[in-house]
C-alpha cells in the first residue's frame, strides 16, 4: 500500500508540473511558485485517495430519522461584518452545537487578513477541530432532499448559493439552513446579510445553488460522524461524489440548457478529470452572458485548459476571469485529484477528448 500510494504521488507531482509549466517561449517568471503549489497539490491526493477506499461503509452506524413534513432547529442569528458570510454562517452552525463564539474570533483563520477574500470550505474542519473538538465536512452534488434529511436529523448545513437573485446583484454567499417545510416548499435559513428565519422556496434555492456546484458543508460532533455517513451516503466517499456529480449535471446540462446547468456541468466534469468537457462546458456557459461572480470558474477553467496543454488560452482565460469573475474567495489550486483520476482512466492530457 505505502508503494502504491507513492507511486501515486510520485505519477502526480510529474503530471502536475506538466499542466502548470508555462507555455514554450513565455515568459517563466512565476513559474517556481506554480511548480511548487502543483508539486504541494499532489502529495495531497494519495492520502486522500486511500482515505476515500479505506472509509468505514456508508451502512454502518444509527438508522436516520426520516423526514418528517417540517423540522426546525435552535440557533443564534448574527449579522456578518464586511465580506464575512463564511465565518458568520460557522458561527451560527456551532451556536446550534451549544458554542458561543465570536465571528471576528473565526474571521482571520477562515478568511485570512484580507478583507477582500472570503471564506473558502477547506479551513473549517482545522479550525473548530483545534479548538472545539468538531469536525465539519464539505462536499458538491448536494441536493434538497439532502438538506431535508440532514435537518430533520439535528444537523445543520451550510450552503454556498447567489445571495439573491442574479438578476439583482451577483454575489456568492453563505448562509445556514435551519428549517423547512414541505407543505410550503421551503427553506429557512439563517442568513448573515437578509436575517434570520428567512423563507427561500425550494425551487429558488435549488437555482440559486446549482452554479456553485451543490456545495454544502456540516458542522458535526465526532460522535455523530457515523449517522452523517449514513445520511450523505456514498457521496462520503469523495471519489463516488465526483463520479456522481458529473453524471448528474451533465444530464442537467444537456436537459435544462441553462447558464448554471453548464457551469455546473464545467466543474463536475474538471473535479473527474474530463478536462475537455470541463472546457467545453465552460464556454457554453459563458456563451449565455456574464460569469461575474462565479468564483469558482477562476481556478477550475484555466486549470482544466491547462490540463490539455492549451496554455496560451489559459493565461487568456485567468486574465479575462480576473477582470470578470468578481469573487471574495481566492482562486483554488490545482485538484490533484481530478488528475488522478484521468491517468486512472488512462486518458492522455493533451490534445483529445477525455471521457465519454
Keep these: ?21 508555462p507555455a514554450p517561449g513565455s515568459h517563466a517568471d512565476g513559474a517556481v511558485n506554480v511548480m511548487a503549489d502543483a508539486a504541494a497539490a499532489a502529495t495531497e491526493v494519495a492520502p486522500s485517495y486511500a482515505a476515500s477506499v479505506a472509509a468505514p461503509p ?3 452506524g444509527p438508522e436516520p430519522r426520516s423526514a418528517p413534513a417540517s423540522a426546525s432547529i435552535d440557533m443564534k442569528h448574527v449579522w456578518q461584518s464586511l465580506n464575512n458570510c463564511g465565518p458568520a454562517s460557522v458561527v451560527m452552525a456551532l451556536s ?3 458554542i458561543d463564539v465570536s465571528q471576528e474570533d473565526a474571521r482571520i483563520p477562515l478568511r485570512g487578513a484580507n478583507v477582500l477574500s472570503g471564506m473558502g470550505p477547506q479551513k473549517v474542519d482545522p479550525w473548530i477541530s483545534a479548538n472545539f473538538g468538531l469536525r465539519a465536512v464539505w462536499r458538491n452534488n448536494g441536493t434538497n432532499d439532502l438538506l431535508r434529511r440532514l435537518v430533520a436529523n439535528g444537523f445543520t448545513p451550510m450552503v454556498t448559493q447567489w445571495m439573491q437573485d ?28 437578509l436575517g434570520r428565519m428567512v423563507p427561500l422556496s425550494y425551487q429558488w434555492f435549488q437555482n440559486e445553488w446549482q452554479p456553485f456546484s451543490y456545495r454544502y458543508l456540516v458542522v458535526y460532533d465526532p460522535k455523530d460522524e457515523l449517522l452523517l455517513r449514513r445520511i450523505v451516503g456514498e ?7 465526483r463520479a456522481n456529480f458529473y ?3 451533465k444530464a442537467e446540462a444537456l436537459a435544462q440548457n441553462t447558464q448554471n446547468a453548464w457551469i455546473a456541468f464545467g ?25 461575474q461572480g462565479v468564483f469558482t470558474m477562476r481556478s477550475s477553467y484555466p486549470q482544466a485548459l491547462r490540463a490539455l496543454g492549451r496554455q496560451q488560452d489559459a493565461a487568456v482565460a485567468a486574465q479575462r476571469l480576473s477582470t470578470t469573475t468578481v469573487s471574495p474567495t481566492v482562486a483554488a489550486p490545482p485538484d490533484g485529484f481530478a488528475l488522478y483520476l484521468a491517468f486512472a482512466r488512462g486518458l492522455p492530457f493533451q490534445g483529445a477528448h477525455l471521457a465519454e
Design 235 to 241: 457521496d462520503w466517499n469523495d471519489l463516488r461524489m
Design 247 to 249: 453524471e448528474r449535471t
Design 96 to 98: 446550534s452545537l451549544g
Design 1 to 21: 500500500m505505502r508503494f502504491a500510494v507513492g507511486l501515486v504521488s510520485l505519477v502526480l507531482v510529474v503530471a502536475l508540473a506538466l499542466v502548470a509549466a
Design 166 to 193: 442574479p438578476s439583482i446583484s451577483r454575489i456568492a454567499h453563505w448562509r445556514v439552513v435551519r428549517g423547512y417545510d414541505d407543505a410550503l416548499a421551503t427553506f429557512y435559513v439563517n442568513d448573515p446579510m
Design 58 to 60: 456508508v451502512d454502518q
Design 267 to 291: 466543474e463536475a466534469a474538471y473535479g473527474y478529470g474530463a478536462f475537455a468537457e470541463a472546457v467545453a462546458a465552460f464556454e457554453k456557459g459563458i456563451a449565455f452572458g456574464s460569469v
